[in-house]
């Protein structure tokens, strides 16, 4: 006897189709994925992959080492050094009338200038720097008070020297307060260079881009 019929029948058989009697009830199909559900699910493994690419390309960029800062370096063979300056800085021209002989400008908040010096001590060049320093606060800064920042010896690319900051302020209240340093170091044959930073307004960063580049002469 075929083992797919149902007998005896059952108390509902009489309730199905005949083939049902002979062959049993017929097993559901398995159930399909909904075509909607099937073209969401390629949308989202497409997106998944896509986003996988990007967080890598992502993660690519982020994890490359960081290309080194350039550094730009103003020549001054007159004086015979060269120093280095920051981003956002330039070189400048100047007037052959100043005396300076190259000059680095960041738009007009602060300026580094320098000049071949004059004979000096080089085993006490302060008083020299301090005439200077004088010469150059009345002239550039014309403050109703100016206080003395700093005031030292210096060692800059192997030339000793002396370098003295004064910081300017005034009554009025357009004119916010400017900062000068003056530093000189020993060259060649008992002469000297002269270096000449301005900032104005005063604020920090126009300071320590001043020494920074003060400082990397050489």
Avoid: C
């Amino acid at each position: 006897m075929d083992e797919r019929r149902v007998w005896p029948p059952t108390e509902h058989a009489d309730d199905l189709p005949p083939s049902a009697r002979w062959y049993g009830t017929p097993a559901p199909p398995p159930r399909r994925i909904p075509r909607w559900l099937r073209r969401l699910l390629l949308i989202a493994l497409a997106s998944l992959g896509a986003g996988a690419v990007i967080g890598g390309v992502v993660f690519f960029v982020l994890s490359r080492p960081e290309a080194p800062v350039e550094t730009v370096l103003v020549t001054d063979e007159l004086a015979g050094l060269s120093y280095p300056i920051p981003p956002g800085w330039h070189e400048g021209a100047l007037a052959p009338v100043t005396g300076f002989t190259s000059v680095a400008v960041n738009d007009d908040r602060a300026t580094v200038m320098a000049r071949p010096g004059e004979k000096l001590d080089a085993a006490d060049p302060r008083p020299a720097l301090l005439k200077l320093a004088e010469t150059y606060s009345r002239l550039l800064l014309q403050g109703d008070t100016v206080d003395v920042v700093e005031d030292k010896k210096v060692e800059i690319g192997g030339r000793t020297g002396h370098t003295r900051a004064v910081r300017a302020e005034y009554r009025d209240v357009v004119n916010q307060p400017a900062f000068l340093r003056v530093t000189v170091l020993t060259a060649e044959e008992g002469r000297s260079v002269v270096l000449l930073g301005l900032a104005h307004p005063d604020d920090p960063v126009s300071r320590r881009e001043i020494d920074t580049i003060m400082t990397g002469a050489r």
